[in-house]
């Protein structure tokens, strides 16, 4: 692409030779010929300091925000933010297809997965080609699309990671979308894109603001600052829909007077438009409640189990109310809804006698918790989880408390160590451990589970927290395929459908179980 297109919009400076961009990189070692190399700088790395590289490996151009070292002038533009920069870049080169679309970005600490799934299901019963980039799968009007190594940046572990991706992969997702004829994209904007300016080059057509509970504050610091990367997201944006339950998002109506705001509540609160009123909670079997609007009046059912599930779909039913779906529609859509990816995704288990296994991607205190509250509900729990390393350690007691507040048995086993020394995280875990209550530790994840199967009897159920949809094991020497819907099947082949035995252990607070 020619640089006076590549760059609309960029402010920059420098002399460069005239010269098609045929690619763009922030990683040094994938540049090619004729590449622009765009210097971000990271928390661990300063791109910066590959430039040099960058053009030895043949990039014909190299953004920056200040002069690399030993590098030619003449080859360097230079620009205030080359993330912001990277970004519109990106937008440029995909020749700006995403502004075909109407866009809703979802955000929050929890339940983004959730509401981006629901509204693209509403969005598709009125007829709407739904692009949809998610923490779980990225799709274009119902076909899964791939999102390749999803940057290959150093805050990203592995590949398809990030919960949204970098703008390489997020804006050639929307490219294929394009070619799909998608008229609608729904996409999650997670608190550090927002910081990183990942999406900065599309503005939303309206947002929609879910929670915001302790989370990724080795990143943002403090939850005044988390709230703001979140609050970020509504700069140009005139239409939002927000949970007001929330404390923290219930603050987005005033900062943002000249936004038209959706305000959602689940409490009676009464500056909400729109209420959730004879609420029933059916266990397993999902949720019910009557809708209050100035505008309509409706019953919805939904077979997503759990109270949030009732914020989580009504946020997803106001922002589709945006785009024109009406209330037959939303009933149909959520009464049909078949559920996310490891989102209390129940194992189906040929086997009666055998415990009720869901696979939940909680991995944080509130959202534990509020998944062991409704479990329970059904019968004695058993919850297996871990902490991930180098991330945010002041949560690991909180989990371990959420663990044990509604669990007959809790299992601490690993979930994405990485580079750091397992048994430190298990000493933060049990910092929050009420010694008076049963558990076990028990570090290889799959002994841990074959563990909890072991132990869970007729009529009870087990929880593997912390993973969801993910398929793998990040320790310090890499990534590792993990599936832990395969290990329970895994389990139930090895001990035949016939005259399966469940143990009854004694269970004893405090104790480590070694590795089976």
Not at 245 to 270: H, N, Q, S
Not at 465 to 484: N, S
Not at 507 to 514: F, L, N, Q
């Amino acid at each position: 692409m020619q640089k006076d297109r590549l760059f609309d919009g960029i402010p920059v400076r420098g002399q460069t030779p005239a010269a098609e961009i045929r690619e763009i990189y922030s990683d040094s070692r994938r540049v090619t010929p004729g590449s622009l190399f765009v210097c971000l700088a990271g928390r661990r790395f300063d791109g910066h300091d590959f430039a040099a590289d960058a053009l030895r490996r043949g990039a014909a151009l190299v953004l920056a925000e200040r002069m690399p070292e030993g590098v030619d002038p003449g080859r360097v533009l230079l620009t205030e933010d080359t993330r912001r920069a990277e970004s519109r870049l990106w937008h440029n080169l995909t020749e700006r297809a995403a502004d075909a679309m109407q866009k809703i970005a979802v955000t929050g600490t929890a339940g983004k997965t959730s509401v981006a799934f629901l509204t693209a299901a509403i969005l598709r019963a009125c007829g709407r080609r739904v692009g949809l980039i998610t923490t779980v799968r990225a799709e274009a009007d119902g076909q899964e699309i791939g999102l390749g190594d999803n940057g290959g940046s150093s805050v990203c572990d592995i590949p398809g990671a990030m919960t949204t991706p970098d703008p390489e992969y997020f804006f050639g997702a929307v490219w294929r979308m394009k070619d799909a004829r998608c008229d609608t994209l729904v996409y999650e904007a997670s608190s550090q894109s927002l910081a990183l300016e990942k999406t900065s080059a599309i503005v939303p057509d309206a947002a929609v603001y879910t929670n915001l509970t302790p989370e990724h504050l080795d990143c943002h610091g403090t939850m005044e600052e988390y709230f703001r990367a979140k609050a970020s997201l509504m700069r140009g944006v005139r239409r939002a829909v927000v949970n007001l339950d929330d404390p923290w998002m219930a603050r987005l109506p005033e900062m943002f007077p000249d936004a038209e705001i959706l305000g959602c509540t689940a409490k009676a609160d009464p500056r909400a438009a729109i209420a959730a009123t004879e609420i029933e909670e059916r266990g397993a079997d999902g949720i019910a409640y009557r809708w209050q609007s100035p505008r309509a009046a409706f019953r919805v059912r939904c077979p997503l189990p759990g109270r949030y599930s009732v914020m989580n779909t009504m946020e997803a039913a106001a922002v589709s109310t945006f785009l024109g779906a009406d209330p037959d529609e939303i009933r149909g859509a959520l009464a049909g809804f078949r559920g996310v990816p490891g989102r209390l995704e129940r194992i189906q288990i040929p086997d009666p006698d055998a415990p009720r296994v869901f696979i939940d991607y909680a991995h944080t205190p509130d959202a534990l918790a509020q998944v062991t509250e409704i479990l329970a509900r059904s019968g004695p729990l058993t919850v297996v989880f871990g902490c991930g390393g180098e991330r945010d350690r002041t949560k690991r007691p909180g989990m371990a408390q959420a663990a044990q507040r509604c669990a007959a048995y809790v299992v601490i086993t690993e979930d994405n160590p990485r580079g750091e020394d397992p048994d430190a995280i298990f000493r933060d875990i049990l910092e929050g451990m009420d010694p008076g209550k049963p558990y076990a530790l028990i570090p290889d994840r799959r002994s841990a589970i074959r563990h909890a199967l072991t132990v869970t009897g007729r009529g009870g159920i087990v929880l593997l927290a912390g993973k969801g949809h993910e398929k793998y094991e990040i320790r310090a020497d890499g990534r590792h395929p993990f599936d832990e819907a395969a290990v329970v099947r895994e389990y139930y082949r090895e001990r035949g459908a016939e005259n399966i035995e469940y143990g009854s252990p004694e269970r004893t607070g405090g104790t480590r179980k070694e590795q089976e």
